[in-house]
């Protein structure tokens, strides 16, 4: 189907060749097929399966974020994983099957009556061999359709019903986005103080990422306290390579060169912190420039400050399999 008027974007409804080989001689349940997809659209369906699931999830991962769920027993988080894919599994379905009844209602108020719909859907469950009893995630079985299709039809309590429970289910979906927009406006307001110092950084302003640092302290939510640990030891680090920060490009160039420099000299001073030490310096090098090697040489810091020996071992090893440069010599061989 395709329209287009004044102030509306055209909308097309593509029909497989198969499908219309296959009810060429059925006019009217090529018509009954016709006009449940229409309904789909006529519904609104399209626009609520987006708000439902990806409107609400991408507001609901920015506070997901600011949960530290390494403190959480791994008991819990996998039972919480389980009921919350249940959960999921069980409103797909719901929505699903509410959507396609509601479609096909549509289509049998468009046709003035339920069965081209009905013969659309006893024919169409005949060429794809479908059990009629069968319900799928996301479609009702064909009993099912065709019995609520004729209660549609002949009872106008059940029509009224069907009416109140469609409104509830768009009540809901408005109500879950409200919850969800301030849930995540929420959040926004909590986080705002580290992203903003996280801003002036990434602006080159050094000097007000660093007066953003202090205001903000130790009110950090637990679930960025380890990237914002690592935030303001970077901030010092290029703190002392640029003092109150510059031209953002510029400072990148300072930071390839001076962090490599500065991690390399900490490594080769040895002791047991060495590598947790250097782990700023070589984060600096990375932001100025893309390279493995202070790529690898960052992530074998970062094993080294995570306790995790044999990683740090593997990330040596790699560091030798790219080519140790001459002044890392003494620390990783040749």
């Given at each position: 189907m395709s329209g287009c008027g004044a102030h509306l974007a055209p909308r097309y409804l593509v029909l497989a060749d198969g499908l219309v080989v296959a009810l060429a001689n059925d006019v009217n349940a090529l018509k009954g097929v016709v006009a449940h997809e229409v309904g789909h659209a006529q519904a609104g369906h399209p626009a609520m399966l987006v708000t439902l699931f990806v409107v609400v999830p991408l507001l609901l991962a920015n506070p997901?974020?600011?949960?530290?769920?390494?403190?959480?027993?791994?008991?819990w988080l996998l039972t919480g994983g389980v009921v919350l894919a249940l959960l999921l599994w069980r409103v797909v379905r719901a929505v699903g099957h509410r959507f396609e009844h509601e479609a096909d209602v549509l289509s049998a108020i468009a046709l003035g009556g339920a069965e081209p719909c009905i013969r659309a859907l006893v024919r169409v469950g005949q060429i794809l061999q479908q059990d009629p009893a069968r319900a799928s995630l996301l479609h009702p079985s064909e009993h099912d359709r065709v019995h609520l299709l004729q209660g549609f039809a002949g009872d106008p309590a059940f029509r009224a019903r069907f009416a109140l429970r469609g409104l509830r289910l768009r009540r809901a979906i408005v109500g879950l986005l409200i919850i969800a927009l301030l849930i995540a406006g929420g959040s926004w307001y909590s986080s705002w103080p580290t992203e903003r110092a996280f801003y002036l950084f990434r602006a080159g302003d050094l000097a007000g990422a660093r007066e953003q640092a202090d205001a903000v302290g130790a009110q950090v939510p637990s679930g960025q306290w380890e990237s914002w640990t690592s935030f303001r030891e970077?901030?010092?680090?290029?703190?002392?390579?640029?003092?109150?920060?510059?031209?953002?490009?510029?400072?990148?160039?300072?930071?390839?060169?001076?962090?490599?420099?500065?991690?390399?000299?900490?490594l080769l001073a040895g002791g047991d912190s060495a590598a947790v030490r250097a782990r700023a310096w070589f984060s600096l090098a990375v932001e100025g420039a893309r390279d493995p090697m202070a790529q690898s040489l960052l992530l074998y810091c970062e094993a080294a400050r995570d306790h995790d020996p044999g990683r740090q071992q593997q990330l040596a090893d790699h560091v030798r399999a790219l080519g140790v440069p001459a002044d890392l010599a003494p620390l990783f061989g040749r």
């Open positions: 997901v974020q600011l949960v530290d769920l390494q403190r959480i027993d791994g008991l970077d901030l010092d680090a290029a703190s002392a390579i640029a003092g109150p920060g510059g031209d953002w490009e510029q400072l990148r160039k300072r930071f390839a060169a001076d962090g490599w420099r500065r991690g390399v000299a900490t």
